[in-house]
């Protein structure tokens, strides 16, 4: 059984405070999604969805358990004791992890909110190197082969619909791949080849400010005044 840790801990502060301004907000988005009060079982489908996508969002993004929509407005009042107890963070973890390729990084929190209720949040860490791909079938959810996003300004996960959603994913991986090399590269003595403008640059920096000689000290000076 894996304990839950508790945002009040130093390690999670970041964390603390991402789930508390979603809350005062009561907005969910790309990168938070509001889940109610329910049991685990109840919920796994949607969350191993969700997080599957939320690693393949730049900065990931944090599910947040305890709070449900009723109608036009939000209910904050966290998750119960009785379904707290069904969520088990290494269970949790596990089953995420059953269904992604390459693993996915998720943190699991008790957060107190200010409001007196607590909520469990599930954070998601964008992905290490490559986008993550469900590596099995989710029965009525996900087929094997899938890539889950968040669309831009929608608060929910679907599968990769356009080619921009590719690109987007395509793109954040390139970079991670760009600083490796440059990373690797350094380590072994290597440093990228500068160009001849920032070598212009760096000489001028030597350099120094331009030197001029005072004229007042400099005998060879002459000052010759013609009609």
Known sequence: ??????????????????????????????????????????????????????????????????????????????????HLRTYDSDEIIAAIDRYASPHVDVDVVLVNHLNGHRFLAIQVHEFEESPVVCKRQLEGVLELGNIVVRPTGQPRSTKVQSADQMHELLEIAAEKRARRLLSSARRVGLEPVATTDQRYETELERAGPPRVPDVKKVPRWRVVLRP
Not at 39 to 50: A, D, F, M, N, S
Not at 52 to 79: C, F, H, K, Y
């Open 1 to 82: 059984m894996g304990a839950i840790a508790t945002s009040d801990m130093p390690g999670h502060q970041r964390l603390h405070e991402r789930v508390t301004a979603a809350l005062d907000r009561c907005q969910e988005s790309r990168d938070v999604d509001f889940k109610q009060s329910v049991p685990w079982e109840q919920l796994r489908p949607r969350i191993i969805k969700t997080a599957l996508a939320m690693a393949n969002l730049r900065d990931g993004g944090v599910i947040v358990i305890g709070v449900s929509e009723q109608g036009e407005t939000w209910d904050r009042s966290g998750i119960t004791d009785e």
